[in-house]
T-cell receptor, first 114, second 116 residues
């Protein structure tokens, strides 16, 4: 069965500092990987996705993520965070080649310190 | 250019009542997914539907829950005889037909169900 682990429940970062959110997945075949962001009381917005090709993917709002097959990881990064980045971040994995329900991690709550 | 729409945004029901949650996918999308988010948890997949067909309901509780996506109109998630444990945020997502595009799901704002 597929699974996603986000080891950090909460992360606090100073505004302007760099950010890395960790995501490890378990999937038997080539995974489709996603990062979503959720603001309080809102739905989910897709930040970026990895299907194939270049393992470093660029997303919206200055985010990027790197797929490392050997480590089963898909960590999200941003060189300089802004106060508006405070939110809940979810990593998700889906089956390749077809339409499957996504499997989500439990999320990482990002707090930005002034 | 409307995204996924869900209504109501908030729903309060007493134990034993029925809850009906509606989801209108992005125009032109033929795939709909329902997820449930319990407090402090990630989203859990419930069911995947295409028009008039349930494709995968492996995440749906065996009793009291049902879903449909008719030829015309929104997708409906129906919970009969609600219990307190059904209190959660229910999210709908849609995706277009196609190969790689299948897995890019666009999420609605969710319906927050509270069972008293």
């Amino acid at each position: 069965a597929q699974s996603v682990t986000q080891p950090d429940i909460h992360i606090t970062v100073s505004e302007g500092a760099s950010l890395e959110l960790r995501c490890n997945y378990s999937y038997g075949a080539t995974p489709y990987l996603f990062w979503y962001v959720q603001s309080p009381g809102q739905g989910l917005q897709l930040l970026l996705k990895y299907f194939s090709g270049d393992t470093l993917v660029q997303g919206i709002k200055g985010f990027e993520a790197e797929f490392k097959r050997s480590q089963s990881s898909f960590n999200l990064r941003k060189p300089s965070v802004h106060w508006s980045d405070a939110a809940e971040y979810f990593c998700a994995v889906g089956g390749g080649g077809g339409a499957d329900g996504l499997t989500f991690g439990k999320g990482t709550h990002l707090i930005i310190q002034p | 250019n409307a995204g996924v729409m869900q209504n109501p945004r908030h729903l309060v029901r007493r134990r034993g009542q029925e809850a009906r949650l509606r989801c209108s996918p992005v125009k032109g999308h033929s795939h709909v997914y329902w997820y449930r988010q319990l407090p402090e948890e990630g989203l859990k997949f419930m069911v995947y539907l295409q028009k008039e067909n349930i494709i995968d309901e492996s995440g749906m509780p065996k009793e009291r829950f049902s879903a449909e996506f008719p030829k015309e109109g929104p997708s409906i998630l129906r919970i009969q005889q609600v219990v307190r444990g059904d209190s959660a945020a229910y999210f709908c997502a849609s995706s277009p037909a196609g190969s790689v595009a299948y897995n890019e799901q666009f999420f609605g704002p969710g319906t927050r169900l509270t069972v008293l």
